[in-house]
């Protein structure tokens, strides 16, 4: 089983401006390439004679020497990346590969650990071409280090990935199951098999830190395009998002940790945020509830610990039917908090919905 750990890098200003460079090699020899491929595919629809085979990272390093300072093994990852975007293309499960931004783009190269050119020594870990860096360890693994993914912020914090390969861990059996309902009023509304509901509020982080960041993008606008201050209020701007991103992390992590220490068995509905977000009266409060990342989390701290996780239709409805008797009303709209059913049993919408999701764990 591969798994990953996050750890905050705390580098030198060389190791930092080394981290830089190496980042951007890798996203301009993707985009590289990439123009390489396009290039080879226009001539295949011309009909221009034998097809060429596509270039690799190490063509372009007579042309561009500063490819030679970067880590090769992060331009060869680089590659991969690309292959892999082009096979998604091709089996339909994707979008024809883009152009990366140095803007918008994540900021990130991948390195593998080849004889040993990744380790933790003494409080620091070792990268291929930068040496030992300082980090923050804040957990503990044991396994092989099998790569390391860096990463850097929008207020220019680093981050190390470390992919770990460790042993499977041992399915649990059943014990304890829990059925998940998710929302904007109350973020999860969860019932366990000895029918105890718990209702967790939506924090809404982006509804608390909204004035401030209007503040922040409204200071941006008014500066000069190309100024030291515009840098300045861009930093500020991205700092405010940032504190807004790591809140929701830090709650997601925490819930779903906690549910899955406490559950062997766990039954969510399944969310298309996507199609609901083209509400626009909720698409913002949809955006900042994060239903995918949750079930995400879920999903992959599922398969680390040996749980269950059941993800319930889409189309199952949770909601309109009567966890007493079964049966499916007629559809209830979204201000319809309680209701009674034809058997005579009163409910709370989102404990009936958990209750229904609980049951498709028997």
């Not at 140095?102 to 990744?118: D, F, V």
């Not at 990463?151 to 998940?180: C, H, R, Y």
């Not at 992390?249 to 220490?261: A, C, G, N, T």
Request: net charge positive; charged share 30%.
């Amino acid at each position: 089983m591969l798994k990953g750990y996050k750890y905050r890098l705390h580098p030198t200003p060389a190791q930092a401006e080394f981290l830089i460079k190496t980042i951007g090699c890798a996203r301009f020899i993707y985009n590289k390439l990439l123009e390489d491929r396009i290039a080879i595919r226009e001539e295949a629809k011309a009909g221009s004679g034998t097809r060429r085979k596509p270039a690799t990272p190490a063509s372009y390093k007579p042309l561009f020497p500063f490819l030679a300072e970067a880590d090769s093994l992060a331009l060869a990852n680089a590659k991969l990346n690309l292959d892999t975007a082009f096979a998604k293309f091709f089996a339909g499960t994707g979008g024809f590969p883009a152009f990366k931004s140095r803007r918008r783009s994540r900021a990130s190269y991948t390195t593998n650990n080849q004889h040993g050119t990744i380790r933790i020594e003494a409080g620091k870990v070792r990268l291929p071409k930068v040496g030992f860096v300082k980090f923050t360890q804040h957990r503990p693994f044991e396994g092989v280090i099998r790569s390391a993914t860096v990463s850097m912020t929008k207020t220019g914090t680093f981050f190390v990935s470390l992919l770990v390969e460790q042993d499977d861990e041992p399915w649990i059996p059943a014990e304890n199951k829990v059925g998940i309902d998710l929302g904007l009023k109350h973020f999860a509304v969860m019932t366990n098999d000895a029918m105890v509901s718990e209702k967790i509020d939506n924090p809404r982080f982006l509804r608390q830190s909204e004035a401030k960041v209007k503040k922040a993008q409204r200071a941006l606008s008014r500066k000069k395009i190309g100024s030291k201050n515009r840098e300045k209020a861009k930093l500020l701007l991205a700092k405010k998002h940032e504190k807004i991103a790591n809140q929701r992390k830090d709650f997601l992590h925490k819930l779903s940790r906690r549910i899955v220490d406490e559950n062997q068995v766990i039954v969510v509905e399944t969310l298309t945020s996507k199609d609901m977000m083209k509400n626009h009266k909720v698409a913002k409060s949809i955006g900042d509830v994060s239903w995918y990342e949750f079930v995400r989390q879920l999903e992959y701290k599922c398969t680390f610990y040996g749980r269950t996780l059941i993800k319930a239709d889409p189309w199952y409805a949770s909601t309109q039917i009567c966890s007493s008797c079964g049966v499916k009303g007629e559809k209830k709209t979204m201000d319809v908090r309680e209701w009674t059913c034809v058997c005579g049993a009163h409910h709370d919408r989102d404990i009936n919905a958990s209750i229904n999701l609980l049951m498709l764990a028997d």
